[in-house]
Nanobody, 122 residues
């Protein structure tokens, strides 16, 4: 069982930055690939980024590549999403999730956080 709690969301101006954090419970955090997903109003949940169990591999959606960076600290049971050059279209609820498989498919993720709101607006 893995429990995930996101933090770090908020209101930011276009071009600004935010860092999201996701704290995980349990002693098996390093056994899971960790992903970030987002859901904008009226839209389906979409993949943002994934990081492998050790942190050696990362993969991003084209829409965030070069602007967002996913990282993890297995000693702190935490995964991060650094978001730079934010755009209004990044406005969404952001979720972290844990999977036994390194994947961009939300169906492979068995554990989800409650989400944190990110709003990009002037």
């Amino acid at each position: 069982q893995v429990q995930l709690v996101e933090s770090g969301g908020g209101l930011v101006q276009p071009g600004g930055s935010l860092r999201l954090s996701c704290a995980a419970s349990g002693r098996t955090f390093s056994s899971y690939a960790m992903g970030w997903f987002r859901q904008a109003p009226g839209k389906e949940r979409e993949f943002v980024a994934v990081i492998s169990e050790s942190g050696a591999m990362t993969y991003y959606a084209d829409s965030v590549k070069g602007r967002f960076a996913i990282s993890r600290d297995n000693a702190k049971n935490t995964v991060y999403l650094q978001m730079n050059s934010l755009k209004p279209e990044d406005t969404a609820v952001f979720y972290c999730a844990a999977s036994r498989i390194y994947s961009s498919n939300s169906g492979n993720y068995g554990y989800w956080g409650q989400g944190t709101q990110v709003t990009v607006s002037s």
